[in-house]
Nanobody
């Protein structure tokens, strides 16, 4: 059983930064591809970033490329999302997700494990 718990959300002004954390349980975390998704009110859930469970390669949505960085610490069993130059359009609930293998994907239905989410609000 894999459990994911997000933290680090909050209220920030436009142009500011936040770092989200996703703490995981489970012995096979280091081999799993992990991702961040987000869902704004009235909108569909969308892919934000993903990281491979094998070579650490990363993938980003065009809307966050150059501003967000996904990383992982396999000793701490934690994945991070560093968010810089935040915009009001980044306001959403951010969810951590994990696959059952090392290959990252952008589709939410490819991920088996989900956290409860953490709220990020960016004021203008």
């Amino acid at each position: 059983q894999v459990q994911l718990v997000e933290s680090g959300g909050g209220l920030v002004q436009a142009g500011g930064s936040l770092r989200l954390s996703c703490a995981t349980s489970g012995r096979t975390f280091s081999s799993y591809a992990m991702a961040w998704f987000r869902q704004a009110p009235g909108k569909e859930r969308e892919f934000v970033a993903a990281i491979s469970g094998s070579d650490g390669s990363t993938y980003y949505a065009d809307s966050v490329k150059g501003r967000f960085t996904i990383s992982r610490d396999n000793v701490k069993n934690t994945v991070y999302l560093q968010m810089n130059s935040l915009k009001p359009d980044d306001t959403a609930v951010y969810l951590c997700a994990g696959r059952g293998n090392s290959r990252p994907r952008m589709a939410e239905n490819e991920y088996y494990y989900w956290g409860q989410g953490t709220q990020v609000t960016v004021s203008s």
